[in-house]
């Protein structure tokens, strides 16, 4: 387990370094672009650059707000909350990236933090005597699962 530990720990440097850079890549443009891209636009309005900053937006939206933990009175749950929300919008940031970027070694990042992201949930919650999610295979539909369990 300190294996798989110092492993994520290794890799939060890259989750850091490309999430500055997602983060700058919407403040690198000008201020009207920046802005359009919360708009829905036509089809043919639509680019891989705004689909993008469009799904950045949303899961950057989306972590600001799980984020927001009411206290609980327990630190240490309140912490997996929190982190839960953080690691989950670099797990959406980085599926993004993988829709629409294509420098290969971005993509293999991406890869990589979308597992060491999910890892570190799991970890997370077994720390504090969460249970996990049972898994379903992706062929199996929702339906299906839900009546499963």
């Known amino acids: 387990m300190n294996a798989i530990f110092s492993r994520l720990r290794a890799r939060r440097t890259c989750l ?18 920046h802005e359009h ?13 705004r ?10 939206t989306r972590m600001m707000q799980a984020m927001a933990v009411p206290p609980s009175g327990d630190i240490d ?3 997996v909350a929190m982190m839960t929300a953080h690691h989950q ?3 959406d940031m980085a ?8 420098n290969e070694q971005l993509r293999r990042l991406a890869q990589e933090i979308v597992i060491t992201q999910q890892a570190e949930i799991a970890a997370m919650q077994l720390a ?5 999610p049972r898994s379903v295979p992706p062929s199996v539909s929702a339906s299906t699962a839900s009546s499963a369990r």
């Open 16 to 33: 850091a370094g490309l999430l500055l850079l997602l983060g700058s890549a919407g403040s690198a443009l000008p201020h009207g672009d």
């Open 37 to 49: 891209h919360r708009t829905a636009g036509t089809a043919a309005e639509r680019t891989p650059q």
């Open 51 to 60: 689909d993008f900053l469009a799904e950045n937006d949303v899961a950057m």
């Open 77 to 79: 749950r309140d912490f």
């Open 89 to 91: 919008g670099a797990i």
């Open 95 to 102: 599926t993004a990236l993988l829709r629409h970027g294509g």
């Open 128 to 132: 504090i005597g969460t249970p996990l």
